[in-house]
């Protein structure tokens, strides 16, 4: 009996480094260090991990993917097309060794450790101070906490020291937790001087989820950045909530009750920002919520290309 070709997600285990270098992929953006994303051309927003050897990737701005999915982005490819490349040329392509990932309840134990070292912004503090210089917020939202000395490892696991951090729960939509997103600060307010200032926690999957910014009612707003999203509630009189990222708020689902949704995009000059939007933008409207679009200079200023609701306002 012949034998079955094994599936090419599972022959590309441990071989993602050297298939996406085949295909193109400069080895500068494999090299598991932070540094430019070539997806959205930020500057130090990114890192490809490998977990498990799936050709894992992660971007503070485009969210994060495998193998494949990096080729999507950068090719322009369908999963489909995708898959076909990495089949041709997966197997003259030596396997690598395999990170393993830690399992959902050690990172959980991580997460409620973590979180239950926090509390709750008052005036004055590293939080409130960063978020009153840039956005003039007086009163912080609770989900939004303040941990006193939360320590920094870099990529390579170097310990870099204990900073203030604005912690922010993101929430599944029926409130349940998934994972917890790390602003580093200094003392003043101002971001940590280190490598990646803002990161997200392992933790449980996050689509679907966002930090929850205020109550939600009939009508809500969502945004990728928790400071975007406060600036945008300060315009609109109403909650906007965060996604943290384009991906994620691509997959944001609302909870029940929400009838109308205000998507407050980014203006990048990459187009990711807008992209998740309008996608965002077609799945509810599919679902019969009525859906509003507010992209600051939006085919208006190209001064403004690179911005968001920080920035300029809506």
Known sequence: MQATK?????????????????????????????????????KDRYR????????TWICSHCGSGDGFRLLQH????????????????????????????????????????????????????????YLNRRLGLELVPADLRLHPALRYTDEDGKDLGR????????RYPDGAGASIHRTYLTDDGQK???????????GKPLNTGCVRLGPAGATL?????IETALAASQRVGGPVWAATNAVLLESWVPPVGVER???????????TGQAAAFALARRLVQKGLAVEIQIPGYQQDAHQVGKDWADVGI
């Open 163 to 170: 900073f203030p951090a604005m912690l922010a729960r993101i």
């Open 48 to 55: 490809f991990d490998d977990k498990e050897g799936r050709g």
């Open 221 to 225: 707003g969502i945004a990728e950045g």
């Open 6 to 42: 094994p599936r090419t997600a599972d022959e590309a285990v441990g071989r993602w480094p050297g298939i996406l270098q085949s295909l193109g992929v400069d080895a500068s953006f494999l090299r598991k260090k932070h540094g430019p994303c070539p997806i959205c051309d930020g």
């Open 192 to 202: 940590a001087p280190v490598p990646q200032p803002k990161k997200i926690m392992a």
């Open 261 to 271: 949704v205000l998507i407050a995009g980014d203006n990048d000059a990459s187009f």
């Open 74 to 129: 950068l090719k322009g490819w369908s999963f489909r097309e995708a898959a076909k490349e990495v089949d041709r040329i997966v197997g003259t392509v030596p396997a690598g060794p395999i990170v393993k990932e830690r399992d959902e309840d050690s990172k959980v134990r991580a997460l409620t450790q973590v979180w239950n070292a926090t509390r709750a912004v008052t005036h004055g503090d590293p939080v409130w101070r």
